[in-house]
DNA sequence: CTGTTAGCGCATTCAT
DNA sequence: ATGAATGCGCTAACAG
């Protein structure tokens, strides 16, 4: 026994013929059992099931797949699962693909022009029917120019476009409600982090240009020195801009970041050089990342319906298998603002 | 041009007999361009380029599937995408496959048994050509007894076995270092988040045990009583058994948890409670989460080295679809403690 | 109700 | 150097 096989036996996978020569019946009839065909016997059907069972039978996709022209894969094209956010899309979807009988497969485009293109040319392995899209760098012109072979569902923020379903989050709706909370609040003094000037893509001018409008109707300047790059939603990039910040400390009551890890990484930086949240400066981002309700202070954030964003996500591009002839349609998943300690008002958290 | 339709024309796919007719030439010729033989005329072989760039051809898995009996896919089947080591292990696995020309499928098993068993069992779609497995739940002993059809590699820690490859960290002499640290910056009553009574797989054990060890060679007691169940490694399990700290305060001056996510809903519930981190409680954890590098006070950990744990755990995979008759191989993968501000002594961080 | 047949797209013989 | 033929595993159509 000790010279047994450390491994499962390598034996030929099992195919219908094995079953059907097990069971004593042809292939169809194994087929038909597979597909809870109703007109097989039970007694056949019984013989079928034991068979495959026997001989440890599990179909071949490829034989299928080969033979319908489905594979029942769905692509998912994200940035990065490094991202919280991402990382949570990519479960729900996960989820919601599972349940209609669909695999998701995770595309990491590195939010690089150059995958991103390739995406939505349609070059695609592996037999993909349709793909759920988040692009953060390809151009709105490029997008509608795309070329893909495939259903292509895209999520997130692009201005308007004419090609595709495009499940959207209205970022220039939120920011605003999120500013006029930092002004209820009594915050003046404002700043930005997550302008992307080299970008086409992507949430952070539609967050910014919210900023802009609710001061305006508030009546409040912003000063345009305090309008920060950061090319990436991280919390490094976070980080860097706040340092910035920190030497201008008097000028600046409330941080509007265009994401959470943003704020997690401005937020690390002014606590250590001293400043206090929300005594000194609010801030506040967007996501709902789960480190932004246990970090200290909590994180106020805009939070997304992510489950209605993959839910709608997992059905357009389903449907758009099965016809793309219906016209592109556009949804807009609500929000909400989840207010928390890092926008306090100033009084209610003493220094500790 | 506005009555164009918004998609794609949906043309069938083509084929290789349709580039062969297009060039001319017949299919094998295709499939020999296709695959750089030799045995090619250039003048051919760029006819036939050119034909594929004509006629759109991309080659379809499913039938190159069939034929060679190879799908290049890999599986990668862990708990949950929302926990940063796995969403980043994920990443690094991901890229390490594409590189060797694999796809990676992300299971997620939920960590519950059912999903996990279905694992070992091999009960698997998609013509999957190998595991990297993370169990949590499943029992060592049905482990052994897996019969799935595929190589499997283990990830984690899981005791000695005989079946599978595996890499592994040594929880047990890191979770000593870790509290070596702690005793030697002053630390003598500590407390452990992460027991896991009802799972027979992953680190919990092993950590505490290293805790154990360090504490009884340092002549150091542990209150059993400190010792805390979190089913879960999650922030929330964090959370809930810092609440059962809090009563005890002054019973505690460093705890051990399990992993970073319990580490930082600890920290947030010890924090809101007016307790201060090192000052009061120094606090450490497992996985270098990206957040626990931004977090206030930022937290020490114990950092393994992802990138061969990803490196090992791709390449034995790989191997292994290659030959699956080598004796199975244990790698143990080196690991280091990132010391932050969570365990300062205490004198070193004044109150703010 | 069940078995026979055919072909999905591809890569590999084996002829030529 | 190129083409024709074959079969991978599966299922839908059809025949019985």
Chains 1, 2 share one sequence.
Not at 48 to 59: D, F, L, N, Q, S
Not at 136 to 155: D, G, K, Q, R, W
Request: proline share 4%; net charge negative.
């Amino acid at each position: 026994m000790a010279s047994e096989a450390h491994h499962s036996v390598a034996r030929k996978r099992a195919t219908v013929k094995d079953v059907a020569r097990q069971a004593g019946v042809s292939a169809s009839t194994v087929s038909n059992v597979l597909h809870d065909h109703p007109w097989v016997t039970a007694e056949k059907r019984k013989a079928v099931e034991e068979a495959i069972r026997v001989v440890g039978y599990r179909p071949s996709i490829a034989g299928r797949q080969l033979r319908n022209g489905r594979s029942d894969i769905l692509a998912l094209a994200i940035p990065d699962l490094r991202s919280p956010y991402y990382a949570e899309l990519a479960h729900v979807l996960n989820e919601k693909a599972l349940s209609r009988g669909f695999t998701v497969l995770v595309d990491e485009t590195g939010g690089t022009l150059e995958r991103e293109r390739e995406i939505a040319q349609g070059y695609l392995n592996h037999g993909i029917e349709g793909v759920i899209f988040c692009p953060v760098s390809l151009p709105l012109a490029e997008l509608e120019n795309a070329e893909a072979n495939v259903p292509i569902v895209l999520l997130g923020e692009h201005g308007s476009h004419q090609a595709f379903d495009h499940i959207a989050i209205d970022s220039f709706a939120s920011a605003r409600e999120a500013t006029a909370h930092l002004i209820s609040t009594g915050r003046r003094r404002f700043a930005f982090i997550g302008y992307q000037p080299d970008r086409d893509t992507g949430p952070g001018p539609f967050r910014l240009a919210g900023l802009r409008a609710e001061l305006a109707s508030a009546g409040i300047q912003l000063d345009e020195s305090l309008v920060l790059v950061a090319s990436e939603f991280t919390r490094e990039e976070g980080e860097h801009s706040a340092k910035e910040l920190v030497t201008r400390a008097g000028q600046v009551d409330a941080i509007v970041c265009a994401a959470d890890l943003l704020a997690i990484g401005a937020m690390s930086t002014l606590q250590r050089n001293g400043l206090s949240i929300p005594n000194d400066i609010a801030i506040l981002g967007w996501d709902d990342s789960p480190e932004g309700r246990f970090s200290w202070p909590s994180l106020t954030t805009v939070k997304h319906d992510l489950d209605a964003i993959a839910e709608l996500a997992v059905r357009s591009v389903i449907s758009r298998i099965e016809d793309d002839t219906t016209a592109p349609q556009e949804y807009v998943v609500s929000h909400r603002l989840v207010v928390r300690e890092s926008t306090s008002p100033r009084r209610e958290l003493a220094a500790s």
